[in-house]
T-cell receptor
Framework: GAVVSQHPSWVICKSGTSVKIECRSL??????MFWYRQFPKQSLMLMAT?????????EQGVEKDKFLINHASLTLSTLTVTSAHPEDSSFYIC????????????FGDGTRLSIL | QKEVEQDPGPLSVPEGAIVSLNCTYS??????FMWYRQYSRKGPELLMY????GNKEDGRFTAQVDKSSKYISLFIRDSQPSDSATYLC???????????FGEGTQLTVNP
C-alpha cells in the first residue's frame, strides 16, 4: 500500500486563489520531504526540500513567497501555492525518505493543479 | 551536460519482448540507484533499488549497475501492455538525500 499520501489529487480553482497541498508519510517519520513539479512529458524538477522544524531550502529560480512550505511535524509537509495564476498549473509531487534508514524514497500520487 | 542522461524515447515494442532501458551519469559520487515507473498523472512508483555496483532481479525486472562505466540498466522480460509507462532512473549520493533524475523513457508495449 501507499506509504506517502498526497492530498488533494486534483484541484481546479480561479486565478488569485491560494491552494494548499498536503504530503503525509503514513507509517514512518520523515524529517525531510521533497517537493517536485512536473510538466507534461518532462521529468521531475525539484522545487524545494522541506525540513521538519526549520525553513525549507528552495532550488534556484523557485520563488519562496509564491510556494510556501511548512513541515510542522515528522509526518506532514504542506506546499501552499499563493495567489495562483494559470502559469502555476502543473503536476506537483512530494517524496519522503524514511528517517534513519537506507531505504529509497517513496512518492505521493501527485496533485494536478489547474488554475483558470 | 546533464548529470544524468536517459534516452526519452518513445520506445515501442510488441508484447513479450525484452526491453532494455539505460542511463549514464557523470557524478562518480552516486551510490544509490533507482528505477521508478510512472503512469500518466500518477506519482513515480519504485521498481528497483540498488546500492553500488551489481545486479538485482525481481520477477520480470533486472537492474544492473556498472559504476566503473557510470552506466545503469533496467531489463524487462516478457513485457506486458500493463508495462506501458514512463520509466525514470534516479540516483543519489547518500540515502535520503535529493534524487537526480533522468529525463524518463516513455515505453509502449503493444498487444
Amino acid at each position: 500500500g501507499a506509504v506517502v499520501s498526497q492530498h488533494p489529487s486534483w484541484v481546479i480553482c480561479k486565478s488569485g486563489t491560494s491552494v494548499k497541498i498536503e504530503c503525509r508519510s503514513l507509517d514512518f517519520q520523515a524529517t525531510t520531504m521533497f517537493w517536485y513539479r512536473q510538466f507534461p512529458k518532462q521529468s521531475l524538477m525539484l522545487m524545494a526540500t522541506s525540513n521538519e522544524g526549520s525553513k525549507a531550502t528552495y532550488e534556484q529560480g523557485v520563488e519562496k513567497d509564491k510556494f510556501l512550505i511548512n513541515h510542522a511535524s515528522l509526518t506532514l509537509s504542506t506546499l501552499t501555492v499563493t495567489s495562483a495564476h494559470p502559469e502555476d498549473s502543473s503536476f506537483y509531487i512530494c517524496s519522503a525518505p524514511r528517517r534513519d534508514s537506507n531505504q529509497p524514497q517513496h512518492f505521493g500520487d501527485g496533485t494536478r493543479l489547474s488554475i483558470l | 551536460q546533464k548529470e544524468v542522461e536517459q534516452d526519452p524515447g518513445p520506445l515501442s515494442v510488441p508484447e513479450g519482448a525484452i526491453v532494455s532501458l539505460n542511463c549514464t551519469y557523470s557524478n562518480s559520487a552516486f551510490q544509490y540507484f533507482m528505477w521508478y515507473r510512472q503512469y500518466s498523472r500518477k506519482g513515480p512508483e519504485l521498481l528497483m533499488y540498488t546500492y553500488s555496483s551489481g545486479n538485482k532481479e525481481d520477477g520480470r525486472f533486472t537492474a544492473q549497475v556498472d559504476k566503473s562505466s557510470k552506466y545503469i540498466s533496467l531489463f524487462i522480460r516478457d513485457s506486458q501492455p500493463s508495462d506501458s509507462a514512463t520509466y525514470l532512473c534516479a540516483m543519489t549520493e547518500t540515502s535520503g538525500s535529493r534524487l537526480t533524475f533522468g529525463e524518463g523513457t516513455q515505453l509502449t508495449v503493444n498487444p
